[in-house]
């Protein structure tokens, strides 16, 4: 066997496993993007996301992402968003829809803000067994002199699994460098069943750093916001690295 025949082989080989993850990794969405508390009453955004996750020697899988975000008023915004997957040289196919709700619980009152986190997602899996979940729990941000801080505890029950509701988490600090630019660190993780944790060498945990840039435009109410991360850990018990990209444009 030649090697020009290896080499094609070795790539084939490549890109079927890579196949055979897609399916697995849509059904395991890792919930990429650290959800802040926020209030913009009548601001309507543009949300484009993109993220990856690269498991060891393998293609990295491909989120790109479009959503429309709306502050219906000063406690409540919402965003309807599309989640796509496919992979690099291949086409992306509807991953799940999503409806995200954020309900503010607290206006100036405490030295922290806090939100009430509500996601429904329609998850497009392979085959046409599409299932309904539902991933909600707190949102806490506070400041600590210049440094940014957010922590969140989710729950996410999927009706089309049997694992019943499970438990993960985010966190982030933010430390600013002049107007408008942060760079910090942030982190996820998946813990398992919220009332029978994941044995701990099988948890999910990864971390890395973030850059976060605002850049105004026009008046108050219109600007740019884009946010990167890169992570390594793991997703769902799995060797991976994770880099995030979200552009937020209000108009």
């Not at 438990?167 to 813990?191: I, N, P, S, T």
């Amino acid at each position: 066997m030649t090697p020009q025949t290896l080499g094609t082989k070795r790539k084939c080989g490549l890109a079927l496993a890579c196949l055979g993850l897609l399916p697995a990794l849509a059904i395991a969405d890792p919930g990429y993007y650290v959800v802040t508390p926020y209030s913009q009453p009548g601001q309507l955004s543009l949300d484009a996301r993109y993220w990856t996750v690269k498991p060891p020697d393998e293609e990295a899988v491909l989120w790109p992402e479009i959503g429309l975000r709306y502050g219906l008023n000063s406690r409540w915004t919402s965003e309807l968003l599309l989640s796509y997957i496919g992979t690099s040289g291949g086409d992306k196919k509807l991953s799940s829809t999503n409806w995200q709700n954020s309900f503010l619980l607290t206006q100036g009152q405490q030295a922290f803000d806090l939100a009430l986190h509500a996601q429904l997602i329609r998850n497009h899996n392979p085959g046409g067994k599409n299932s309904t979940a539902l991933e909600f729990g707190p949102t806490l941000q506070t400041e600590w002199g210049l440094t940014q801080l957010n922590f969140n505890v989710f729950l996410d029950h999927d009706w089309g699994k049997s694992k019943g509701t499970q438990m993960k988490y985010q966190w982030q600090a933010l430390r600013r460098l002049q107007a408008g630019l942060r760079l910090g660190v942030q982190g996820f993780g998946e813990l398992g069943n919220w009332a029978d944790w994941t044995a701990a060498d099988r948890q999910s945990h990864r971390a890395g750093p973030t850059l976060r840039w605002a850049l105004p435009l026009g008046n108050a109410d219109q600007g740019l916001e884009l946010q990167m991360a890169y992570l390594w850990g793991k997703v769902y018990g799995s060797q991976a690295e994770m880099f995030s990209a979200q552009l937020l444009y209000k108009f």
